[in-house]
């Protein structure tokens, strides 16, 4: 896709070479958007299995991405550094006790990085997903704008797909934003959506083919489903995670609906922001209903919450 020698000397790293994991990679060789892939994972087998198998792909493809396994210090030294590091063996957990385990495994992942390299960009998959990025954010000594999470993304490119499929205009031609914190508590921010250039609402008064809260409680459970039906959803969110490492490496400045540090709150969920090499450039706060502002910022204060007695642990 580049031509030349514009892969050259662009590193990645991947923490946690599972599904999730797996599917970025695959998508990032495809692309021959790095030099170099590193691939990273406590469980050893695992990660020499992914490896080989993704270098077929590099291969097959002639792909100017170089696929080999590094230790988490390695991986500190990329440009971009993916965390999507989980343990799956939450049967019979509770949300509680699953939260407090995937903090642990934040924590021991960025313990084994750090230090950083001053200008990596660090991107935060695993789940919960803001919660995870917000002590990523303090633990690496990072800048606030090098850190963030895939957080709404998956969810906004969803919305708009559903949209599109109903009034039969590209997706991409729709400008329409889930935000907030992801899961139960995210909020679709309708008052600010257009249809081209043009107010949603003005394109589509009749809202006719368009049940708002049936969207958005489908595409809350789209995850769930997708979870049922097969464990895991790597490729939609593997899609949009090499769309953010394409938007940085080639410092594309795209709008997206990600997870960032919020001064207001002291924590991080999604706003849109512009995203370049440096990272987050800058934060765009869309006009929003007083509804849609209460939504986002009582789940904010309650993450926050989370975070200071995390803390005091
Ligand atoms: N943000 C989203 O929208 C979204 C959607 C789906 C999944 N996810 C999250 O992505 C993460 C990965 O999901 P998956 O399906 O790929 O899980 P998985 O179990 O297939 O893979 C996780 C991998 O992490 C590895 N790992 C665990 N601890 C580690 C450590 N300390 N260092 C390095 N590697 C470690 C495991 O060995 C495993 O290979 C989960 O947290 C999941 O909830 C996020
Ligand atoms: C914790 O991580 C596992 C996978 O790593 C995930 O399945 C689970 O949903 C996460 N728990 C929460 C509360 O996000
Ligand atoms: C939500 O997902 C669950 C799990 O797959 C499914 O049983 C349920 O029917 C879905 N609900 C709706 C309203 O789509």
């Known amino acids: 896709m580049f031509p030349g020698?514009?892969?050259?000397?662009?590193?990645?790293?991947?923490?946690?070479?599972?599904?999730?994991?797996?599917?970025?990679?695959?998508?990032?060789?495809?692309?021959?958007?790095a030099s170099e892939l590193l691939l990273v994972d406590e469980d050893i087998e695992r990660r020499d299995g992914q490896v080989r198998d993704l270098s077929d792909v590099s291969y097959g493809h002639g792909s100017q991405t170089r696929v080999r396994p590094a230790t988490h210090r390695e991986a500190g030294q990329c440009d971009i550094?993916?965390?999507?590091?989980?343990?799956?063996?939450?049967?019979?957990?509770?949300?509680?006790?699953?939260?407090?385990?995937n903090v642990s495994i934040i924590r021991s992942v960025i313990d084994a990085i750090v230090p950083f390299k001053a200008d990596s960009i660090l991107v935060v998959v695993s789940n919960p997903v803001d919660l995870l990025t917000?002590?990523?954010?303090?633990?690496?000594?990072?800048?606030?704008?090098?850190?963030?999470?895939?957080?709404?993304?998956?969810?906004?490119?969803r919305l708009r797909g559903m949209v599109a499929n109903r009034l039969e205009v590209a997706a991409n031609s729709i400008g329409m934003y889930v935000l907030g914190v992801e899961g139960d508590?995210?909020?679709?921010?309708?008052?600010?959506?257009?249809?081209?250039?043009?107010?949603f609402r003005d394109f589509n008064p009749s809202e006719e083919s368009l049940d708002r809260s049936e969207l958005e409680?489908?595409?809350?459970?789209?995850?769930k489903e997708i979870i049922r039906a097969k464990g895991s959803c790597p490729f939609g969110l593997g899609s949009v995670v090499c769309s953010i490492c394409s938007s940085i490496l080639l410092d594309k400045r795209n709008v997206r609906p990600i997870s960032h540090f919020q001064p207001e709150f002291g924590c991080c969920f999604s706003m849109p922001a512009v995203l370049g090499r440096t990272g987050i450039t800058r934060t765009i706060k869309p006009p929003m209903s007083s509804e849609e502002e209460a939504g986002i910022t009582e789940s904010?204060?309650?993450?926050?919450?989370?975070?200071d007695r995390l803390q005091e642990n």
């Open 217 to 223: 409680h489908a595409c809350r459970n789209r995850s």
């Open 5 to 33: 020698s514009s892969a050259q000397n662009r590193h990645i790293a991947i923490v946690g070479v599972g599904q999730v994991g797996g599917a970025i990679a695959y998508g990032l060789i495809l692309q021959s958007l």
């Open 81 to 101: 550094v993916i965390i999507t590091a989980g343990s799956k063996y939450t049967l019979g957990q509770t949300r509680v006790e699953q939260i407090h385990r």
């Open 300 to 307: 904010a204060k309650a993450l926050r919450h989370t975070i």
């Open 185 to 199: 508590a995210q909020v679709v921010t309708w008052s600010a959506a257009t249809i081209g250039s043009m107010p």
């Open 134 to 157: 917000s002590l990523a954010q303090k633990l690496s000594g990072l800048p606030v704008s090098q850190v963030l999470g895939s957080g709404t993304f998956l969810d906004s490119v």
